[in-house]
């Protein structure tokens, strides 16, 4: 993406670029961006919420943890049929799909839908850390064979960095994961690619720019927005509860820092999270943020305030796909600035959901 003249109110020679008038920039042309980290959940809401990303990005990759986890490559390969079954017509969208990994996960499998093209990657969630993680691993040394495997083959590991310990603090638990298992980890397997996901802490952003290339993360449009007093505004706010929750205020600033910053080891991730209203309104709200119908007018925001248009396609559509070695999009979209209001509410195919922004303006437009 490049800067065109000032005065220049058409594409830029490459077909992508800023639009600029005299003032400001009004229009942000670039290749279609892609989501590294979204639940698409299953059934009826399934087909309420993939057209939202499959609007906005080329392709995602879609996390496992359903009730009943996507462990195996026919599991993987169903879930993607079902997916693709609810893209809207006329959208050009490709869910990659994960293998969720349980103590008790056979290399051998995970190698076989590597090399059947199913999955993309796979996901390591530390036993009860959020959602649907119940099947989750409990030792990191129980899935050692795995991982092995995945070094080997090149299969990137996606990490939910949190350790599971309730002594230790909430606002803690990715501080003390990167110590305890992070970092030992990509000590012992340093050609292992290593995701760590939606993160949400100083420490993770220069653990993550610290480290050799085959580390990267993604971050969310919650953590570079919101600090953890947005839950508390005024009284208990569940739809800013997600995991990991957010951190201070200091934290925030990291993160808008590192997302900004060009640097090829951080790229877009919305973990967007759906969860009927109702389940996170609740005596035990769930975690997770719905952030998907205006993922890009919400990240955008950032950048604009943080005055790095110039980083956004970087962010954005470039540098994820280059971790995971694919091809970036070919299409372009453009999001023009203009007042859009998101709406209380959102009916995701009979069930109702709040989305992130609810009932607030934003100053970007996606016109596709
Ligand atoms: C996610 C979910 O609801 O599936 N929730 C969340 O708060 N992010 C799980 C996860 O990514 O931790
Ligand atoms: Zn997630």
Known sequence: MAFGPLWDDKLSMDGYGVFMTSDSITRLTFRRPDDWHVHLRDGAVLTGVVPYTARQFGRAIVMPNLPD??????????????????????????PLMTAYLTDGT????????????VFTAAKLYPAHATTGSAHGVTEVANIRSVLERMEVIGLPLLVHGEVTDTGVDIFDREAVFIEQVLAPLVRDLPGLKVVFEH????????????????VAATITPQHLHINRNAMFAGGIR???YC?????????RQALRKAATSGSPKFFLGTDSAPHAVGAKEAACGCAGIFN?????????????????????????????S????????????????????????IDANGTPIVPFHAGEELGWRYLG
């Open 69 to 94: 986890p996507i462990s195996t490559v026919d599991a993987a390969r169903a879930y993607r049929d079902r997916i693709v079954a609810a893209v809207p017509e006329g959208l050009n969208f490709t």
């Open 106 to 117: 056979d290399p051998d499998e995970v190698a076989r839908g590597a090399a059947e093209g």
């Open 199 to 214: 993160i949400t802490t100083a420490e993770a952003a220069a653990f993550v720019t610290g480290s050799g290339p085959n």
């Open 238 to 240: 569940p739809h800013m």
């Open 243 to 251: 995991l990991p929750v957010a951190k201070r205020e200091k934290h």
């Open 292 to 320: 998907a119908p205006f993922a890009l007018e919400s990240y955008v925001t950032v950048f604009e305030e943080e005055g790095a248009l110039d980083k956004f396609e970087g962010f954005a559509s470039l540098h994820g």
């Open 322 to 345: 280059a971790f995971y070695g694919l091809p970036v999009n070919e299409a372009t979209v453009t999001l023009e600035k203009n007042v859009i209001l998101v709406p209380a509410q």
